[in-house]
């Protein structure tokens, strides 16, 4: 069974830099596994925030972007914000099985 | 703007069928190369795949789910559905109804909705 890893939590001061990961058990993610990464906050639905790896919406902030860090994809957050605080969570693509797979999401605190 | 809501029993009994209806409003269902999926969350835990549709009427489920799911497209009412067999416990969770604009994104999301499998 296909397993996505992601950090259970992160705290970043407010203006800070933080990094997120989504690692793969089949091994290196690269950009066949359209990484996408979803921010949801308590009692709402997720928000999509990257696609491919890389890709902003019309309504990413800035400060959210995506890549490819040491085999794993990674969303980093610059000038983090009070109402950054949230759920995270990836979802890649296996192409052998043509399924998405989420990742256990990742706890932001904005402390 | 496409968008999304579902609907469908608030409360089901084990070993029966789910019933789920995501409704499309904003555009059609069939037009163009959009993707229409389902996604739940139990309480407290995170998000879980379980299938896609696309509008060729090909479809994709999780593995863990394949045998139970259903996943299928209502043209003429603008509408797809989720049917989950033999239902227990284990599936209670919000369900969540997402649009995909291109084949590598879920770009639009329903608000989800509540479903307890209980007797």
């Known amino acids: 069974q296909t397993v996505v890893t992601q950090e259970p939590s992160l705290t970043v001061s407010p203006g800070g830099t933080v990094t997120l990961t989504c690692a793969s058990s089949?091994?290196?993610?690269?950009?066949?596994?359209?990484p996408n990464w979803f921010q949801q906050k308590p009692g709402q639905a997720p928000r999509a925030l990257i696609f491919?790896?890389?890709n902003k919406y019309s309504w990413t902030p800035a400060r959210f972007s995506g890549s490819l860090l040491g085999g794993k994809a990674a969303m980093t957050l610059s000038g983090v914000q009070p109402e950054d605080e949230a759920d995270y969570y990836c979802?890649?693509?296996?192409?052998?099985?043509?399924?998405?797979?989420f990742g256990g999401g990742t706890k932001l605190t904005v402390l | 703007q496409v968008q999304l809501q579902e609907s469908g029993p608030g409360l089901v009994k084990p070993s029966q069928t789910l019933s789920l209806t995501c409704t499309v409003s904003?555009?059609?269902?069939?037009?163009?190369?959009?993707?229409w999926s389902w996604i739940r969350q139990p309480a407290g835990k995170g998000l879980e795949w379980i299938g896609r549709?696309?509008?060729?009427?090909?479809?994709n489920y999780n593995p863990s789910l394949k045998s139970r799911v259903t996943i299928s497209v209502v043209t003429s009412k603008n509408q797809f559905s989720l049917r989950l067999t033999s239902v227990t416990a284990a599936d209670t969770a919000v369900y969540y109804c997402?649009?995909?604009?291109?084949?590598?994104?879920?770009?639009?999301w329903g608000q989800g909705t509540l479903v307890t499998v209980s007797s």
């Open positions: 997402a649009g995909s604009s291109v084949y590598s994104n879920y770009d639009r």
């Open positions: 904003g555009g059609s269902i069939s037009s163009g190369n959009y993707y």
């Open positions: 549709i696309y509008t060729s009427g090909n479809t």
């Open positions: 089949t091994g290196a993610v690269t950009s066949a596994y359209y």
């Open positions: 491919d790896t890389d």
């Open positions: 979802l890649l693509y296996y192409d052998g099985g043509q399924l998405w797979v």
